[in-house]
């Protein structure tokens, strides 16, 4: 019993030196990657792709979405916060400001090509054909009063056919990304306020009152409508294949590889397809970006070759393996410009991002 | 009189008593009739999760391999610099002469996506081993697309018109020809066990995931354990029975019910922000594991020694075994059988756990096996979470297969504990 006891009493007190010893001086020799579930689908392939090369070791990528990636990169330098973060939403103001704050004062964005964001129901239901109009008034939390100019009341429609008769008389029922999504920010950017700029008086109101413009349209109702299915559009897909008159906010990847399932609804009369979101026709489509620590790049091994292998033609060009993942790629213009802004690691400043 | 009026009442109560027999008899049978009715609706739940779970995941077992006769071209092949071969190139070639009419740049796309991409570094491998073979022909097997492999089993419906497909009709034609020709079957899929995470569901296996749960739950047993018992001793046998004995008692209770994710936020807050420790290793997982399960024993065990009987340590006290002898020569080995048990169960359980490892980044897309405790590593519950989330179809068979996996390890646990309890168990 003596000799159990003094066994445990030291291999406790071991294990408590090994942490503190493993806190301090450990060094990291694989990239830590943090950010969208967007992007995610295709960090990894261009990650495992590059491990396979078997001279460094495999990136690490979590998908903790867009928001909380920003807020691990921005926390600071060094080993114990992540060096690259994928967003599906561009970097704001506000976001590279609190980056400067923390220390990281080198951030360089690299946009790696177009996603769209769909409208999809189940291939059950009739197609739907709807204008960015008709998503604002079906899911802005409070809605103009036709006719009467500057008011607004709480959302009242509860069927498509009341928004516009063209539209089938069913519930609305929409699942799409919570807060923290970046495809939520994109959705309210393109379609949210696309739609309420149909209305002269709101579209004004983004000079003269921006608080109040962003109010109106990024404040998604809350009435058991618009349904936040979180993060996982795996079970968006699920759901809305047993809710036929449903709806669902998705990424274009996630219908390329379900088109067995559901359709894509047109959107101010253009169909979701791999063309049209590559030649802008299609209107809620967004481009992706992932964003380096500059001054990780020299202290983490692979650093440069992970991001060679990203900006290759193989990875990202035209014929590449991310294009069969469904990520639309970039023109050769633009592709050029980014391989040239990671090759000499050009930061960011403030002034890009007006 | 009296007797009369007696012989009459006496006949009154058994009457009573007869009427009331039938009422009673029925009122037993409806309640064994709803204590029966209870437990086949959580038998037929129970097995509705299980046909549910293995009619999706039994195919994952297989994994279908194409046979392709492949030129070893040397014009292709530099013999001083293997790994800089165009190896693809070889395999386009080798598809090619089995589907000579192939001539369109996109039918050609579609014909070079009927193996998978890790067909190259296969052969890459073979070709390293046998550089003899250079300049012949061989026959090598290689894994199958992923869609060629929901195809081949079942899971594609044939039936469906051509744009609801993810196979189009000229590919179901090509595989129909391979079968045809015996150039394609179904093998044990052995990748599923001993390959890490891939984007690539065939090449996509658990055996990283294991490798991660295994030495978390080292971690977490190592801690656990000797703390857990210690703290159940001394709460049990030495400490005083006073107020503050009380809030301790009263604090260990609630937090073996605090929900797990909680325990996360404190490793967050805790390891990763002050102790400085490296994000999504086994060692930070086993830590937050070990603060989840140590209430669980220690309970457990102040149970297990409650049951010990007091004649006992008289008996012990009353020989002239000191205090300590008395705990550590007598009570502790009585009780030691139930306190496996309870630390069993409560393994079980951290094994299970996914929501506390997502706040110290565990739910990571991590390729390379885990080799220690500082290598970064997910777990099985997490990898099961992570291939849910995956678009590709053939993600869905792998994911409960995985859950298979898991449900058995933690049967055989459960299992384990039960018979451990009946072996050892003492009838006081």
Redesign the interface.
């Known amino acids: 019993?003596k000799k159990f006891i003094i066994t445990?009493i030291t291999?406790?007190y071991l294990?408590i030196v090994g942490?503190?010893q493993?806190?301090?001086g450990?060094a990291?020799d694989?990239i830590?990657i943090v950010g969208s579930?967007t992007v995610?689908?295709f960090a990894?392939?261009v990650?495992?792709s590059f491990?396979?090369k078997n001279r460094f070791?495999?990136p690490?990528?979590?998908?903790t979405g867009s928001g909380g990636g920003h807020k691990l990169f921005g926390a600071g330098i060094g080993?114990?916060h992540p060096d690259i973060t994928n967003s599906s939403a561009r970097i704001t103001k506000n976001q590279l400001k609190k980056d400067f704050k923390n220390g990281v004062k080198e951030v360089v964005e690299v946009k790696i090509g177009y996603d769209g964001i769909v409208v999809a129901n189940s291939?059950q239901a009739r197609v739907f054909r709807l204008t960015k109009k008709d998503l604002f008034l079906a899911l802005a939390k409070q809605v103009p009063v036709v006719g009467d100019q500057g008011v607004l009341k709480p959302n009242h429609y509860e069927t498509w056919k009341q928004i516009n008769p063209s539209l089938p008389d069913t519930r609305i029922e929409v699942f799409g990304p919570p807060p923290t999504s970046g495809t939520r920010d994109t959705f309210m950017e393109l379609a949210m306020e696309g739609g309420a700029n149909a209305f002269k008086w709101i579209a004004k109101l983004k000079k003269s009152d921006q608080k109040r413009y962003k109010v109106i349209c990024h404040t998604m109702r809350e009435d058991g409508v618009y349904i936040e299915a979180g993060?996982?559009?795996?079970l968006i897909v699920d759901k809305l294949s047993k809710a036929p008159e449903a709806l669902g906010i998705l990424g274009y990847?996630?219908l390329?590889?379900?088109?067995?399932k559901i359709q894509g609804a047109f959107i101010d009369g253009v169909q979701p397809t791999f063309q049209a979101i590559s030649d802008g026709t299609y209107p809620v489509s967004r481009p992706l970006y992932f964003y380096i620590k500059k001054a990780h790049v020299d202290n983490i091994p692979g650093m440069r070759e992970y991001l060679a292998e990203f900006t290759s033609e193989m990875a990202w060009g035209d014929e590449g393996?991310l294009t069969t993942?469904?990520l639309i790629p970039m023109p050769l213009e633009e592709r050029q410009h980014y391989r040239k802004v990671v090759e000499e690691l050009i930061p960011l400043t403030l002034d890009d991002l007006n | 009189m009296n007797n009369l009026k007696d012989a009459q009442s006496r006949v009154r109560t058994i009457d009573i008593v007869k009427k009331g027999l039938n009422k009673r008899y029925r009122k037993e049978r409806w309640f064994r009739l709803f204590g029966c009715t209870a437990v086949i609706i959580s038998l037929s739940f129970l097995s509705l999760l299980f046909i549910s779970i293995i009619s999706n995941g039994y195919t994952a077992f297989q994994q279908t391999m194409v046979r392709l006769d492949l030129f070893l071209d040397s014009k292709v092949i530099d013999k001083d610099d293997l790994a800089g071969a165009d190896y693809s190139k070889l395999i386009h070639n080798a598809l090619l002469s089995v589907f000579p009419d192939v001539t369109k740049h996109k039918d050609k796309h579609k014909l070079y996506g009927l193996v998978s991409i890790s067909a190259t570094y296969m052969l890459q491998d073979f070709v390293a081993k046998n550089r003899h073979e250079i300049g012949t022909t061989i026959q090598i097997w290689v894994p199958a697309d992923d869609d060629v492999d929901m195809l081949m089993k079942g899971r594609i419906d044939r039936d469906k018109p051509e744009s609801q497909r993810r196979i189009n009709d000229q590919q179901l034609a090509w595989v129909d020809q391979l079968v045809r020709q015996g150039q394609i079957k179904k093998v044990f899929n052995i990748t599923f066990f001993t390959a890490g995470d891939s984007r690539e569901p065939e090449l996509a296996g658990i055996w990283g995931a294991v490798c991660g749960s295994f030495y978390t739950l080292l971690v977490t047993l190592i801690l656990s354990f000797p703390i857990g018992v210690s703290a159940a001793v001394y709460l049990e046998e030495f400490a005083p029975q006073n107020r503050w004995t009380d809030i301790i008692e009263v604090n260990i209770n609630n937090l073996a019910a605090v929900p797990s994710i909680v325990f996360g936020l404190l490793g967050l807050a805790v390891f990763l922000n002050f102790f400085g420790l490296p994000r999504s290793v086994p060692l930070v997982g086993g830590l937050v594991l070990t603060l989840m399960t140590l209430p669980t024993i220690i309970i457990s065990g102040r149970s297990t020694l409650k049951a010990v009987p007091p004649s006992i340590r008289e008996a012990s006290l009353g020989i002239g075994a000191s205090k300590v002898q008395m705990v550590t020569h007598h009570v502790l080995p009585q009780a030691m059988p139930g306190m496996l048990t309870g630390t069993i169960i409560g393994m079980a359980q951290a094994l299970g756990e996914t929501a506390p490892l997502l706040m110290i980044g565990m739910v990571a897309f991590i390729v390379d096996i885990p080799a220690g405790f500082t290598d970064p590593s997910t777990v099985l519950p997490v990898q099961i979470y992570l291939w849910a989330d995956s678009p590709e179809r053939a993600f869905m068979e792998k994911t409960s297969a995985a859950i298979m996996v898991l449900l058995f390890f933690l049967m055989v646990m459960n299992a384990a504990a039960i018979v451990l309890r009946k072996i050892f168990e003492k009838k006081w």
């Open positions: 019993m445990s291999l406790v294990s942490i503190a493993a806190g301090i450990a990291r694989y830590s579930s995610y689908p990894t392939v990650a495992e491990g396979k070791k495999t690490k990528i979590e998908s080993i114990e291939r993060e996982n559009d795996n990847s996630f390329d590889q379900n088109t067995d393996y993942k469904g």
